[in-house]
């Protein structure tokens, strides 16, 4: 409750009145008399990227229900990507995993149904639903570790190993985020960033302050420095995380260059490119001739897989998706990294295999993807 108190005043405070009283459960439906899903989803960009794809994907199956998606923390671009133009439905900011804000919640929107979406099943939440007679509950790419029963859970890779399941019906273990990864993607980037030179590009994926420390001082000394460009990417591009890159980046002696601010000019050796949007992701990955995975989360992994660029992982990186990386891929530390890449750089054929190998793997999760969320959408179907 306190928690509850302490973000209100937060919000508020901020000037946010909307998502204040949105976490105490005072919102609107969505006009109309129909049945309502409401679409639960966490707080991370690819939380809400999947809940907005699986309410598109829900309206395009059923014209009939009302849709409500609510999140924790707003992603307008997401947004506008996946519901524009579809009616009978509402989105915004959702209640806290409170009972007094669940209960206000489900008697303003009456749903007959509810999908959490990647996240940890909110406890307090799920009582009220069960309180209110809501039979109709999904787990969608998250474990279903709720004390009661739900009707059913589509688990993720990352939980594959999961023993506690509770659900009447649970699905073999999928990744759904590879249906939203760009799969074919222009390299017109990676040839302005490189303009008339045949500079080729490094990216490292998902290093923190320290570890980028390290990166650019291995860098400095590596014969990579010069005849390559270096750049970096992270999960979910902020504040916080990108002035800390940027700090290490001049601690190094080098030139940080957000590409936000980039004009359109062939990057200076000194220049350590920076992707700040996610908008640059898939792009300068398929522009990659290495790509170094510290740690990343199930879109950024994907999205790299698909990439078709030679992959290298830290021995650190999460066990489930160490399991998915071909035998082509190199396990490394961050001593060792630049000797992966130079034994790469020079073997052109087995960079292509490598890329080839990572594709190939992300193809077949796709599929498995495909054949999950149609046998999700058929069960929605049938309520």
Same mark, same amino acid.
């Given at each position: 409750?306190?928690?509850?108190?302490?973000?209100?005043?937060?919000?508020?405070?901020?000037?946010?009145?909307?998502?204040?009283?949105?976490?105490?459960?005072?919102?609107?439906?969505?006009?109309?008399?129909?049945?309502?899903?409401?679409?639960?989803?966490?707080?991370?960009?690819?939380?809400?990227?999947?809940?907005?794809?699986?309410?598109?994907?829900?309206?395009?199956?059923?014209?009939?229900?009302?849709?409500?998606?609510?999140?924790?923390?707003?992603?307008?671009?997401? /947004?506008?990507?996946?519901?524009?133009?579809?009616?009978?439905?509402?989105?915004?900011?959702?209640?806290?995993?409170?009972?007094?804000?669940?209960?206000?919640?489900?008697?303003?929107?009456?749903?007959?149904?509810?999908?959490?979406?990647?996240?940890?099943?909110?406890?307090?939440?799920?009582?009220?639903?069960?309180?209110?007679?809501?039979?109709?509950?999904?787990?969608?790419?998250?474990?279903?570790?709720?004390?009661?029963?739900?009707?059913?859970?589509?688990?993720?890779?990352?939980?594959?190993?999961?023993?506690?399941?509770?659900?009447?019906?649970?699905?073999?273990?999928?990744?759904?985020?590879?249906?939203?990864?760009?799969?074919?993607?222009?390299?017109?980037?990676?040839?302005?960033?490189?303009?008339?030179?045949?500079?080729?590009?490094?990216?490292?994926?998902? !290093?923190?302050?320290?570890? !980028?420390?390290?990166?650019?001082?291995?860098?400095?000394?590596?014969?990579?420095?010069?005849?390559?460009?270096?750049?970096?990417?992270?999960?979910?591009?902020?504040?916080?995380?990108?002035?800390?890159?940027?700090?290490?980046?001049?601690?190094?002696?080098?030139?940080?260059? /957000?590409?936000?601010?980039?004009?359109?000019?062939?990057?200076?050796?000194?220049?350590?490119?920076?992707?700040?949007?996610?908008?640059?992701?898939?792009?300068?990955?398929?522009?990659?001739?290495?790509?170094?995975?510290?740690?990343?989360?199930?879109?950024?992994?994907?999205?790299?897989?698909?990439?078709?660029?030679?992959?290298?992982?830290?021995?650190?990186? !999460?066990?489930?998706?160490?399991?998915?990386?071909?035998?082509?891929?190199?396990?490394?530390?961050?001593? !060792? /990294?630049?000797?992966?890449?130079?034994?790469?750089?020079?073997?052109?054929?087995?960079?292509?295999?490598?890329?080839?190998?990572?594709?190939?793997?992300?193809?077949?999760?796709?599929?498995?993807?495909?054949?999950?969320?149609?046998?999700?959408?058929?069960?929605?179907?049938?309520?």
């Amino acid at each position: 409750m306190l928690d509850l108190i302490f973000s209100n005043l937060r919000d508020r405070l901020q000037g946010d009145k909307i998502k204040a009283n949105a976490r105490l459960g005072l919102v609107s439906a969505p006009e109309g008399s129909s049945k309502l899903i409401w679409i639960h989803a966490g707080e991370t960009r690819q939380s809400v990227m999947l809940a907005a794809a699986i309410l598109a994907a829900i309206r395009h199956k059923r014209l009939d229900v009302r849709l409500v998606l609510t999140y924790e923390n707003e992603f307008q671009d997401i /947004l506008v990507q996946h519901l524009s133009g579809l009616e009978k439905i509402g989105f915004g900011y959702g209640c806290a995993n409170n009972k007094q804000a669940a209960r206000r919640m489900v008697k303003r929107l009456k749903p007959f149904a509810a999908v959490f979406v990647n996240e940890t099943l909110p406890a307090h939440i799920l009582q009220v639903l069960r309180d209110n007679q809501v039979k109709h509950c999904i787990a969608f790419q998250t474990p279903a570790l709720s004390v009661n029963p739900i009707e059913a859970c589509y688990p993720s890779l990352r939980d594959v190993d999961c023993k506690s399941i509770n659900a009447s019906y649970v699905s073999k273990a999928f990744d759904a985020i590879t249906q939203l990864v760009q799969a074919q993607v222009d390299k017109q980037l990676g040839a302005l960033l490189q303009g008339d030179q045949a500079r080729k590009i490094f990216l490292v994926h998902g !290093a923190d302050s320290e570890s !980028a420390r390290k990166v650019l001082h291995n860098w400095r000394g590596s014969t990579l420095n010069g005849s390559s460009i270096l750049s970096f990417t992270l999960d979910e591009p902020n504040g916080q995380g990108l002035a800390a890159l940027s700090e290490a980046v001049q601690q190094a002696g080098f030139q940080p260059l /957000l590409l936000s601010q980039w004009q359109k000019t062939a990057i200076d050796p000194q220049q350590v490119v920076i992707a700040d949007e996610p908008r640059w992701f898939a792009a300068l990955a398929v522009s990659s001739h290495a790509c170094y995975i510290r740690q990343a989360n199930d879109y950024a992994f994907w999205q790299m897989m698909a990439s078709g660029s030679a992959l290298i992982y830290d021995e650190q990186i !999460a066990a489930h998706q160490k399991k998915l990386f071909p035998e082509l891929c190199k396990a490394t530390t961050l001593d !060792a /990294l630049y000797e992966h890449c130079l034994s790469l750089q020079n073997n052109l054929v087995l960079q292509r295999q490598t890329g080839d190998a990572c594709r190939k793997v992300f193809w077949q999760a796709r599929r498995e993807a495909e054949q999950a969320v149609e046998e999700l959408l058929q069960r929605v179907f049938d309520w």
